[in-house]
Structure formats: C-alpha cells, structure tokens
C-alpha cells in the first residue's frame, strides 16, 4: 500500500473514532474535548497506534487553519441581540480577564517551576484563554440552559479572548528573545494587534456582505465555499498587515452573521460541519504530538499550575472584570469556574518551540497538561455545578426547522416547518384562529404522509407539521403561536426581563410564564397596554403596574409592537 492511502486509511479511521466518541461524551458528560485528545494519544508512537508524529510546524499549520474555521464559525452565530445583551462583561473578561489570569498565574508559574517571571508570564498567557466548544457542548450536552444574559457572557467571552492570549504569547516570546522590549514596544504592539484586527475584520465583513448577494453564482454550492474563502482572506490580509487575523475573523463572521446573505441557511450548516471536522482534526493531531511518558515527568508542575489557575487566578480575574456589571454572587461563582481550556493554549504551546524560546519542551507538555487537567476537572463538573447554584433556566422548546428558499437572488423570506404537539399552544385550533400576522402564509399542512388543505375551518393536530413563509422580522410573533407550554406552570425569572409580541393574548402569558396583567384573558398586549395609556404606543411608552413594568422595546412596521415585561424599579 502507497504511503498516501495508509495516511488516507489511517486518518479516517481516526476521524471515525473522533465522531463515535462524542456519542460518549454526551451520555457520560465526559467533555468530547478530552476524547479527541486520547484518540490521538492512543494512536500515537506510545499508544496502540504507534504512529510517531513530532512534526510541530505541520501541527502548528493545522492548528491555525482549524482556529481560523472555528472563530469565523463561532461569529456567524453570535447575534446582534447576544452583543447588545452581554458585549460590556464579555469583553472585560476578554480582555482584562485574561491579562489578569496571567499575571497572577505567572507570578505562580515562576515560583512552581523554578524559571524568571518574564518565562512564567509567557507560560500562563499560554493557558489564559477559555475555550465556547468545550463550555457549550459540556452544558448542551447535559440539557442545561443558562439565563440569557449569562450564556451570551460566557459564549461572548470564550469565542473572542483567543486574540488577547495570543497577542500576550507572541509578543512576551519576542520579549524573551529580546526582538522587542517589555514597555513601549509591547503596547505598540497590542494597539497595533487589536486596532488592525477590528478595522480589517469589520471592513472585510461588509465587503463580504455586498460581494455574496451581487455575485449571482450559477451553483448555490458555491455560496458557502466563497463565504468560508472570505474569512481565509480576512485572516491572511489582516496578518500580512500586522494585525490580528484571529480577532479579525471573528469579527468579520460576526458582521456576515448579521447580515442579510444569500444561501444563509445553507452556508451556516456548512460551516457548522466544517467547524466539527477542524476540532476533531486538530484535537487529535495535537494528541499524536503529547508522549505520556513526558507528561508524567511534569504531571507535579502541572497539577500545582492548574490549581492556581482555576482556585486563585480565574476567579480574582473574573471578579475583578465583571463587578460592574450586576452580576449575583452565584453567577460571579459560574463564570470563574466556567474556565475550560481548549485548543489554543495547546496550539500556543508550540509556538516556544518553533520560535526557539529555551525549555520549549517544558511549556508544551506543562500546558497540554493543564488543558487535560481542565477539561476533566472543570468539565465533568461543570453541569452540576450550575445546578447546584440554581442557575439554570426552564428549557426553552425545540426550535423549528428552518429551510432556505433556494434562489440565487436576495430573498428576505424563511420556510419554517413547525411540528404541532400535545403541548403546542396551536393544538386543535382551526388556522383562523391562529392569530398570525397578516404577511404570514401557510404553504402547506401535513399529516402522517397527507396533504392536509390548509384552509380556515383546518384544525391542527398533534402530529401535523406546518409550513409557513414568512419574513424574518416576524418570526419572534409566530415562535409565539406555536410555542410549546408547559405541563405544569413555569417561573420564569424577570430580573432581566422578556420580550413579547403585542399579539400575544394575556391568557397566553399566564400560561406560559405565570404572569397574570389582571386584564381579560382574550386582549393582547398592545390593547391592554392602549386601554391604559389612551394614546398611540411608541417606542419607549410604558405601564406601571404592582410590582411589574410594561414598556414599548421597538415597533415593527409589519408585525407591529415588540412589549417588555420587567420587575418594577422601587425606589
């Protein structure tokens, strides 16, 4: 057999253990993290694989490109609302978080393993970032749902402090190397670093934006090739110009998730599987490059190192970066134990050897073990953790399925495919009695492998699947329609409010979150909140009621006004 199909053979098999192993990782809560890495382990020249693989420029070439997969896919799926919610703490804890794990760790990291304080500063911002895939996947997994502006703080955070510990690697190795001084010349450079990457990245995610609905491809195939080729490009131009292309492609993910995109749908699942297969690559070629035999020799510095990252330097960071925020003192708890290690600092263990730093053996096998130590530690742990703390939130239904319509041509218009259930608000209601806005359509009805007519008098039942077409801007009010309630009464905490549509009915609102306005049950919102204020509504008019607040959020010209509901302020 040629050498290129034992490589073809050997890294599929690997690639199928990878796969295969998340289905244990959901069962047993074992971060699918920790997985890939013995994969890898095991298939390496000290495992039952006996593949020797030390090649760490080729891991480090890897690494990079699978990151780059991972934050641009990390930023198409951050939404404008997570930003408007949780930009403030996330990018504290982003930043200053960061800067102040490292420090503290490194002051540690000195004393622990007998090196200058310039070397332990350089090993701790090696490990000072977090990692969103082994958070979210840890709690997914799990079934547990964070408060809003909790989850959007801790996936905000984890997916946009990788430029931060990055910058702090490169720039304390050209420090050690003394290709820069410890002042003046680190500033330039973190101004230069963070101010290209922001610029670089926003401007290539509106140029991306404009390029990808004018192009009129003939193949819909192609749209998610020519997005994933933007935030390569995105990434290299901004690194040729001596930014950071990390934070660039974030970024300018984020500004062509937010944006109005031909083939959206589409190219989101592509990228989605495209992220899946970079983690599993990368994880299990970083495994084949640790030899246990070595992580043995520095499991002592390891342990003492990863402690006072997660016990010490973490939560002083964490409370240090969010106390201004309104965080309780249960959430300030989640958040520094929420500390997960992932891909990055394993890859920035190799940039002391391929740039030449002394003992670079010794910062990676010391920081692959701490990245283990994390992950097991903090994620098999991580679930009840968060329950113990009450901090989870009542699990939100299913989301529908959306279907793209195929056109290659800009249209501002979804399928969405609700499935009715025993617990659906719509089941057994006629279509008329629905309440849907009136640019809503319903394309179609099934039942069982019938077509059902979807006509007025049609009453829904369990089992039945609907297809609509609607806009975008008036899928929050349908969601509503056909949301599923609850068995029994759900207490739905309003510290930091919910958002309705003013068609929803009060009967609804009593049902679905024990929120009872004492108005009739059959009125929506937008009529109690007329009834009470004898006055057209605007953006920013409001109601006060015992104990409760009623405000106008924003008023869609189709779907009509968005209503907040909130804790009264007492003063």
Not at 307 to 315: C, G, H, K, T
Not at 444 to 449: E, K, P, S
Not at 470 to 487: S, T
Request: proline share 4%.
């Amino acid at each position: 057999m040629f050498l290129v199909d034992q490589l073809i053979l050997s890294g599929s098999l690997l690639v199928l253990i990878a796969i295969l192993s998340r289905k244990f990782s959901a069962r047993f809560g074992v971060p699918v993290l920790v997985l890939f890495l013995l994969v890898g382990m095991l298939a390496g020249s000290e495992g039952i694989g006996g593949i020797d693989f030390n090649n760490f420029s080729i891991a480090h070439g890897i690494g990079t490109v699978a990151l780059v997969v991972i934050l641009f896919d990390g930023g198409l799926r951050t939404s404008r609302e997570s930003l408007q919610r949780a930009w403030k703490p996330a990018l504290s804890l982003a930043t200053l978080g960061v800067f102040l794990t490292a420090v503290i760790t490194g002051v540690f990291a000195s004393w622990i393993l007998g090196m200058s304080l310039l070397q332990g500063l350089l090993l701790s911002s090696i490990v000072a970032s977090t990692d969103a895939a082994a958070v979210f996947s840890t709690l997914r997994s799990q079934g547990v749902n964070l408060e809003r502006k909790l989850a959007d703080t801790l996936e905000i955070e984890s997916a946009s402090n990788d430029p931060m510990a990055i910058f702090l690697t490169v720039g304390l190795i050209q420090v050690v190397l003394e290709e820069r001084s410890l002042g003046v010349g680190l500033l330039s450079f973190f101004v230069m670093q963070m101010g290209l990457g922001v610029v670089f990245g926003y401007v290539m995610g509106r140029i991306g934006a404009l390029l990808i609905n004018r192009i009129n491809l003939d193949a819909a195939g192609l749209y998610p090739v020519l997005v994933v080729t933007i935030g390569f490009a995105t990434f290299g131009l901004t690194a040729f110009a001596g930014g950071s292309g990390f934070l660039a492609v974030y970024i300018a993910g984020v500004v062509l998730g937010n944006s109005s995109m031909v083939y959206k749908r589409g190219t989101l699942l592509f990228h989605d599987g495209l992220a899946w297969v970079s983690q599993i690559v990368m994880f299990v070629v970083l495994g084949l490059l640790v030899y246990p035999s070595a992580l043995v020799e520095t499991a002592w510095q390891g342990l003492a190192m990863g402690f006072v990252l997660m016990f010490v330097a973490r939560p002083l960071a964490v409370l240090a970066s969010i106390w201004p925020f309104g965080f309780t003192f249960k959430e300030f708890v989640l958040i520094s134990w929420v500390g997960l290690k992932g891909a990055v600092p394993i890859i920035l263990g190799t940039f002391p050897l391929l740039l030449g730093v002394p003992d670079g053996l010794l910062y990676f096998n010391v920081v692959f073990f701490v990245v283990l130590l994390s992950t097991v530690l903090q994620g098999t742990t991580l679930t009840k953790t968060a329950r113990m703390l009450g901090l989870e939130s009542p699990e939100e239904a299913e989301p529908p399925v959306t279907l793209d319509i195929t056109s290659l041509h800009q249209v501002n218009a979804d399928i969405v495919d609700y499935e009715i259930t025993e617990i659906s608000a719509a089941a057994h209601l006629r279509i008329s009695e629905l309440n849907l806005p009136e640019d809503v359509v319903i394309a179609m009805v099934t039942r069982d492998r019938e077509i059902i007519p979807a006509r007025g008098a049609t009453v829904l039942l369990p089992g039945d699947h609907v297809f609509l077409i609607l806009r975008p801007g008036a899928r929050e009010a349908v969601d509503h329609v056909f949301r599923q309630i609850p068995q029994e009464p759900v207490e739905i905490p309003l510290r930091t409010g919910i958002l309705l549509p003013g068609s929803m009915r009060l009967r609804e609102i009593d049902i679905l979150y024990s929120i009872d306005l004492n108005g009739d049950p059959d009125e929506n919102l937008e009529q109690f909140m007329l009834r009470h204020l004898h006055r057209p509504l605007e953006e920013g008019s409001f109601v006060e009621l015992p104990g409760l607040r009623l405000y106008v959020h924003s008023i869609d010209e189709k779907t009509g006004p968005i209503i907040g509901i909130e804790e009264a302020i007492t003063h």
